[in-house]
């Protein structure tokens, strides 16, 4: 854990200080624990696992494997600043991003590692903080960049993005790719991911996001049924436009990325939809919003 990111903690359960306690590599956290006065949680090669498994979207050995073995990871990092580049609105909101040269938190960054891989071709000297409720996505993109790349500015954390261990007023940028549409448990309108993001940025910080909205409301439920699970798309929730103006960010600028039919590269949702032939609509969405 960089020394940029390390008084950022607190205890998710008490709200107190957490005090670190353990071994260091040039200044940065190594193998500890982060500790208050009732809690702790452990430190394991820099990264704080703040015991999240239960939340959010998890996985199985078998996307570990696909990861890693498979080559996820790999292909990811080496195409970082091609793979997603083409597309202009991408493309424009990673460039603010690396314009700023400010410490980058990138939220619920899954197995994909949000922007951060785009973001760092542009900038490489800016320092990102990748964090994601699944402990296997931080643990496996660690090994792999240690193993890699020599690049000391990323660090990692595990922690659910609804109830984060981050201190109010504390972060300069936060970023999401897709990181906010994932929430599987969001609150009443949707609102605690966004509500948390904005709680933990400082008074003019950033947030630079790409979230979707699914269309087809239909052809979801369809799905849904076909496959015998309880359906937990919320039919009725507000855009995204809508809560980040209820929740008082500005909204600074706002560009459709694309549309287009859900795929089983996506999530097992897209596999389902894929295995009966229904198609689901996507639409996606850029925006630069600011904590005033």
């Known amino acids: 854990m960089q020394k ?42 820099g990264i704080p696992y703040f015991n999240s498994d239960n939340e959010g979207d998890q996985f199985s050995l078998d996307d570990i494997d696909s990861w890693v073995e498979g080559g996820r990871f790999k292909r990811r990092w080496q195409n970082k600043g091609n793979k997603y580049m ?28 949000g922007l951060l ?17 699944c402990s296997s996505v931080v643990l496996e993109w ?28 504390s972060i300069d940028v936060i970023t999401s790719y897709i990181g906010l549409s994932s929430i599987r448990c969001p609150g009443e309108d949707g609102m605690k991911g966004v509500n948390e993001t904005y709680r933990v940025l400082k008074p003019g910080g950033y947030l ?26 919320r039919d009725n929730e507000l855009s995204w436009h809508d809560k980040f103006q209820k929740a008082n960010f500005k909204i600074i600028d706002e560009k459709l990325q694309e549309t287009r039919v859900l795929t089983p590269q996506d999530n097992e949702l897209g596999e389902i939809a894929y295995r009966f032939g229904i198609e689901i609509g996507m639409e996606y969405r850029a925006y630069i919003l600011r904590k005033v």
């Open 4 to 45: 940029c990111f390390q008084n950022l903690f607190k205890d998710p359960v008490n709200h107190s200080d957490l005090r670190y306690f353990g071994t260091y590599k040039n200044g940065n956290w190594d193998t500890g624990i982060l500790r208050s006065m009732l809690n702790e949680w452990k430190v394991i090669d």
């Open 86 to 113: 083409s597309n202009n609105v991408y493309s424009w909101l990673c460039k603010q991003v690396a314009t700023l040269n400010l410490p980058i938190m990138e939220i619920s960054c899954g197995p994909g590692l």
């Open 117 to 133: 891989p785009d973001i760092i071709t542009m900038n490489p000297n800016v320092n990102c903080l990748a964090t994601d409720a």
């Open 142 to 169: 660690n090994k792999f960049i240690s193993d890699k790349d020599a690049t000391e500015n990323i660090s990692f954390a595990s922690f659910d993005t609804t109830n984060m261990p981050i201190h109010s007023n």
């Open 208 to 233: 630079f996001t790409i979230e979707n909205t699914w269309k087809d409301r239909k052809a979801i439920h369809e799905v849904f049924d076909l496959w015998g699970r309880d359906c937990w798309y």
